[in-house]
C-alpha cells in the first residue's frame, strides 16, 4: 500500500515554461513533505520541503504547494532549465524517523 | 567533505551469497537509514536507526539485518542473497539540528548490486 504516490512517470516541458510535479498521500498523519532531486548515478538531494501547516513553500525558482484537504502536493519549477532534468522523489514524514518516498517522476527539459 | 560514504560501489553476488554494504557519515548525524530504489519503486525504507544502539525495521526489511556500529557507522547485511535484492541501495543520514521528522536526508551515491 503506497502512501505517497507520484502518478506520472514522466514529464516533459520546453526550457523557460513552468514545470509541474503532482505528488498525492494517503496517511493524515504526515506533518512534513519534502522534494529531492535525483541525478543518474548519484544519491538523492534534498530540493525544498513544507510543513503541513503551511500551504506553500517557495525557494527562488522552485514553491511547493500543499493541498491538505486533498492529500496532495505539487512542486513548480519555473523557469525550467535544462539543468533540471533528472529524477524528482516526493516525500513525507509523521512525528517520527521514517520519511516515505514516492516512485519518481523523471523530468525532462528540452532546449 | 566526505558527507555519507558507501562501499561498495558495486557489487555482484551469486545466489545465497551473503555480504554487508559499508556506511559511515561525518556531520555527526544521530539517524541514518538504509533504502533500496527499484525502477517505478521509488525508494523503499529498509532499515533506519533513530539513534546509535538503536535499530528498527522500514517497509522492506525481509532478508536484510543492519547493524548500528557507533554514531557514524551503519551497515547492512544480506545474510542468503537472492535475485529479488538486486537493487540501487542508498544509505542516508538526518540533520538532528533540524529536528526530529524535518530534517533533510543526506544521501550516499548508492550501492548498485547484482544477485543472479
Known amino acids: 500500500d503506497q502512501q505517497v504516490k507520484q502518478n506520472s512517470p514522466s514529464l516533459s516541458v520546453q526550457e523557460g515554461r513552468i514545470s509541474i510535479l503532482n505528488c498525492d498521500y494517503t496517511?493524515?498523519?504526515?506533518?512534513?513533505f519534502l522534494w529531492y532531486k535525483k541525478y543518474p548515478a548519484e544519491g538523492p538531494t534534498f530540493l525544498i520541503s513544507i510543513s503541513s501547516i503551511k500551504d506553500k513553500n517557495e525557494d527562488g525558482r522552485f514553491t511547493v504547494f500543499l493541498n491538505k484537504s486533498a492529500k496532495h502536493l505539487s512542486l513548480h519549477i519555473v523557469p525550467s532549465q535544462p539543468g533540471d532534468s533528472a529524477v524528482y522523489f516526493c516525500?513525507?514524514?509523521?512525528?517520527?524517523?521514517?520519511?516515505?518516498f514516492g516512485a519518481g517522476t523523471r523530468l525532462f527539459v528540452k532546449a | 567533505n566526505a558527507g555519507v560514504t558507501q562501499t561498495p560501489k558495486f557489487q555482484v553476488l551469486k545466489t545465497g551469497q551473503s555480504m554487508t554494504l559499508q556506511c559511515a557519515q561525518d556531520m555527526n548525524h544521530n539517524s541514518m537509514y538504509w533504502y533500496r530504489q527499484d525502477p517505478g519503486m521509488g525508494l523503499r525504507l529498509i532499515y533506519y536507526s533513530a539513534s546509535e544502539g538503536t535499530t528498527d525495521k522500514g517497509e522492506v526489511p525481509n532478508g536484510y539485518n543492519v547493524s548500528r556500529l557507533n554514531k557514524r557507522e551503519f551497515s547492512l547485511r544480506l545474510e542468503s542473497a537472492a535475485p529479488s535484492q538486486t537493487s540501487v541501495y542508498f544509505c542516508?543520514?538526518?540533520?538532528?539540528?533540524?529536528?526530529?521528522?524535518?530534517?533533510?536526508?543526506?544521501f550516499g551515491e548508492g550501492s548498485r548490486l547484482t544477485v543472479l
Open positions: 542516508a543520514s538526518r540533520d538532528p539540528l533540524a529536528g526530529a521528522n524535518t530534517g533533510e536526508l543526506f
Open positions: 496517511n493524515s498523519m504526515f506533518d512534513y
Open positions: 516525500a513525507a514524514s509523521a512525528r517520527g524517523f521514517k520519511t516515505i
